[in-house]
Nanobody, 121 residues
Framework: QVQLVESGGGLVQAGGSLRLSCAAS???????MGWFRQAPGKEREFVAT???????DYADSMKGRFTISRDNAKRMLYLQMNSLKPEDTAEYYC????????????????WGQGTQVTVSS
């Protein structure tokens, strides 16, 4: 299991950008990693994942706006978010799992504490 700590959230106007970071400890080069988000009263939802080899997957509503990346040497995961919309407002979580990437949050057993992103209209 790995330990994860997110940072980079904040308040931004619609159309703006934010870059989230996730610092990991442990053997993260063995893990697929992902970003999920949860808005108040809603279920946690898939945002993007990246495999050990760098293969990425995005939720349809994030394609073209969000970019997931990782630096295995630094044990860092990133999410560059552009063209933000008010509906992107949520708590964003970094997650890791030891096997292939998955869109199901229930497949992940390592989670960060979350970082809040608020997009004003």
């Amino acid at each position: 299991q790995v330990q994860l700590v997110e940072s980079g959230g904040g308040l931004v106007q619609a159309g703006g950008s934010l870059r989230l970071s996730c610092a990991a400890s442990g053997r993260t080069f063995l893990y697929s990693m992902g970003w999920f988000r949860q808005a108040p009263g809603k279920e946690r939802e898939f945002v993007a994942t990246i495999t050990v080899g760098g293969t990425t997957d995005y939720a349809d509503s994030m394609k073209g706006r969000f970019t997931i990346s990782r630096d295995n040497a630094k044990r860092m995961l990133y999410l560059q978010m552009n063209s933000l919309k008010p509906e992107d407002t949520a708590e964003y979580y970094c997650a890791a799992r030891q096997f292939g990437a998955s869109r199901a949050y229930t497949d992940y057993n390592s989670w960060g504490q979350g970082t809040q992103v608020t997009v004003s209209s």
